[in-house]
T-cell receptor, first 111, second 115 residues
Framework: QQQVKQSPQSLIVQKGGISIINCAYE??????FPWYQQFPGKGPALLIA?????SEKKEGRFTISFNKSAKQFSLHIMDSQPGDSATYFC??????????FGTGTSLTVIP | GAGVSQSPSNKVTEKGKDVELRCDPI?????LYWYRQSLGQGLEFLIY????????KSGLPSDRFSAERTGESVSTLTIQRTQQEDSAVYLC?????????????FGEGSRLTVL
């Protein structure tokens, strides 16, 4: 059973455009929602994370929007750049213990 | 280096052979995770170690898979009688106890190919 559902599976965006990746969860005990970025041949690395007490968190061009009532959260990449081309994973955890990951989104930013 | 180290980076084996994959976590990190990433798939949880607590083995796909961790250091993931469907990248991650960020630090993975 997939604890965290992620869409789309792949995404192609023009340079300068906005990339949006969506995730949904069911377990209301989750209290930490990170996004990880993975380049080919590398392990995933933490990009940005949010806790359910806020509805939005922004770090540079990356923003997480969180809707607690809908049990959904999304990653927005503003002014997308070719260097942002990577696979993105959303995740959810309880008390920083067990982490459940989405199936990943392959993002390609076209110059 | 100061990151999570995994070895071997690549392993090719024949069906039916046993393999061992090693993970050296970041020093001082008490939590250690193993994940499996198949081509085009997400990160599949395998096992989780936290300090001296009993490991969470709920993600191990079959009894051919096992893992050990010595104290708060090295972990070994063992796959017995490998099958072609075991081919994947096996990722290890560590995390410090009590971290407010809950951040996982991943290694670069061990790519396993079963012929």
């Amino acid at each position: 059973q997939q604890q965290v559902k992620q869409s789309p599976q792949s995404l192609i965006v023009q340079k300068g455009g906005i990339s949006i990746i969506n995730c949904a969860y069911e377990n209301t005990a989750f209290d930490y929602f990170p996004w990880y970025q993975q380049f080919p041949g590398k392990g995933p690395a933490l990009l940005i994370a949010i806790r359910p007490d806020v509805s939005e968190k922004k770090e540079g061009r990356f923003t997480i929007s969180f809707n607690k009532s809908a049990k959904q959260f999304s990653l927005h990449i503003m002014d997308s750049q070719p260097g942002d081309s990577a696979t993105y994973f959303c995740a959810a955890s309880t008390a920083g213990n067990q982490f459940y990951f989405g199936t990943g989104t392959s993002l390609t930013v076209i110059p | 280096g100061a990151g999570v180290s995994q070895s071997p980076s690549n392993k090719v084996t024949e069906k039916g052979k046993d393999v061992e994959l090693r993970c050296d976590p970041i020093s001082g990190h008490t939590a250690l995770y193993w994940y499996r990433q198949s081509l085009g798939q997400g990160l599949e949880f395998l096992i989780y170690f936290q300090g001296n607590s009993a490991p969470d083995k709920s993600g191990l796909p079959s009894d051919r898979f096992s893992a050990e961790r010595t104290g708060e250091s090295v972990s070994t993931l063992t796959i017995q009688r490998t099958q072609q469907e075991d081919s994947a990248v096996y990722l290890c991650a560590s995390s410090p106890l009590g971290s407010n960020t809950g951040e996982l630090f991943f290694g670069e993975g061990s790519r396993l190919t079963v012929l």
